[in-house]
């Protein structure tokens, strides 16, 4: 199977490290034009460097913007007023034990892993249903099927991901326009790196134990029985941006090494 997006405009937020770069990568190996968001422009540039890096001729522009927040989405959306695709990675996780978590981080949790991707959907799709083709994900999680009890409020907002990602989808039947969720499992990811990084100094370990640990202790059904990368993640986005994907929408496809124990 051959990809190609060239002529595509392909926006992936939060897209300075981790599986958001990694998904930039990916789409501008297909020929995509790329828009690299993060909140800083020295993170942006960085990034940028590293696709170039990797993909010989990638067609990049970058907008540095928090799209954690209302204004961060009106600054991408008056850089860029249209694209074709639309991949909402943004997010942050936190492990906190739930009588420990406060209002304002369940409100920052659903403004950033939720509302970022609706307020971008809200317009991008209008104009991808017009053109009659456009490609919209969000990177929900394994989490948002499996609650984690050490971050709930993480896990809520994974799921709320997944409603909205089905509704969207079902808003836009028959327009060409096809929305679904990705779940990934464990990924070894900048953030997942630094938090098992500092574990394992804390413990006097290495990270790769720190990493055997957690699977067996907090994620025993996995099936591949390690972390994924960001590249395996990367994979699947890339193949449902493209147009070989045109079949499916309204699904939450999993990249979770078979952590859920499901059979759909």
Same mark, same amino acid.
């Given at each position: 199977?051959?990809?190609?997006?060239?002529?595509?405009?392909?926006?992936?937020?939060?897209?300075?490290?981790?599986?958001?770069?990694?998904?930039?990568?990916?789409?501008?190996?297909? +020929?995509?034009?790329?828009?690299?968001?993060?909140?800083?422009?020295?993170?942006?540039?960085?990034?940028?460097?590293?696709?170039?890096?990797?993909?010989?001729?990638?067609?990049?522009? +970058?907008?540095?913007?928090?799209?954690?927040?209302?204004?961060?989405?009106? #600054?991408?959306?008056?850089?860029?007023?249209?694209?074709?695709?639309?991949?909402?990675?943004?997010?942050?996780?936190?492990?906190?034990?739930?009588?420990?978590?406060?209002?304002?981080?369940?409100?920052?949790?659903?403004?950033?892993? %939720?509302?970022? +991707?609706?307020?971008?959907?809200?317009?991008?799709?209008?104009?991808?249903?017009?053109?009659?083709?456009?490609?919209?994900?969000?990177?929900?999680?394994?989490?948002?099927?499996?609650?984690?009890?050490?971050?709930?409020?993480?896990?809520?907002?994974?799921?709320?991901?997944?409603?909205?990602?089905?509704?969207?989808?079902?808003?836009?039947? +028959?327009?060409?326009?096809?929305?679904?969720?990705?779940?990934?499992?464990?990924?070894?990811?900048?953030?997942?790196?630094?938090?098992?990084?500092?574990?394992?100094?804390?413990?006097? %370990?290495? #990270?790769?134990?720190?990493?055997?640990?957690?699977?067996?202790?907090?994620?025993?059904?996995?099936?591949?029985?390690?972390?994924?990368?960001?590249?395996?993640?990367?994979?699947?986005?890339?193949?449902?941006?493209?147009? #070989?994907?045109?079949?499916?929408?309204?699904?939450?496809?999993?990249?979770?090494?078979?952590?859920?124990?499901?059979?759909?």
């Amino acid at each position: 199977m051959h990809i190609d997006l060239t002529g595509r405009t392909a926006i992936v937020t939060g897209s300075t490290a981790g599986i958001g770069l990694a998904i930039a990568s990916g789409l501008a190996a297909t +020929g995509a034009h790329v828009v690299v968001t993060g909140r800083t422009q020295a993170r942006v540039d960085e990034a940028m460097a590293t696709v170039t890096a990797a993909v010989a001729g990638a067609r990049l522009s +970058g907008v540095a913007a928090d799209l954690g927040a209302l204004e961060g989405a009106q #600054q991408l959306i008056a850089q860029v007023p249209e694209a074709d695709i639309l991949v909402n990675n943004l997010g942050i996780f936190e492990p906190k034990a739930f009588f420990d978590i406060p209002d304002s981080d369940w409100l920052r949790f659903f403004e950033v892993n %939720v509302l970022s +991707g609706v307020r971008l959907s809200r317009h991008y799709a209008q104009g991808m249903a017009k053109r009659g083709w456009g490609r919209i994900q969000f990177v929900s999680s394994e989490s948002g099927v499996q609650i984690p009890a050490e971050m709930v409020h993480y896990g809520m907002s994974k799921t709320a991901q997944l409603a909205v990602s089905r509704g969207l989808a079902e808003t836009l039947a +028959g327009t060409g326009v096809t929305v679904n969720a990705i779940l990934p499992g464990p990924t070894r990811s900048e953030g997942v790196n630094e938090f098992f990084g500092k574990i394992a100094t804390e413990q006097g %370990v290495t #990270q790769a134990e720190v990493e055997r640990d957690f699977i067996q202790t907090h994620r025993p059904t996995s099936l591949i029985k390690r972390l994924a990368t960001v590249e395996e993640v990367a994979n699947l986005s890339v193949y449902l941006a493209s147009e #070989q994907a045109s079949a499916t929408t309204g699904a939450a496809m999993r990249v979770d090494g078979g952590v859920v124990r499901s059979v759909v």
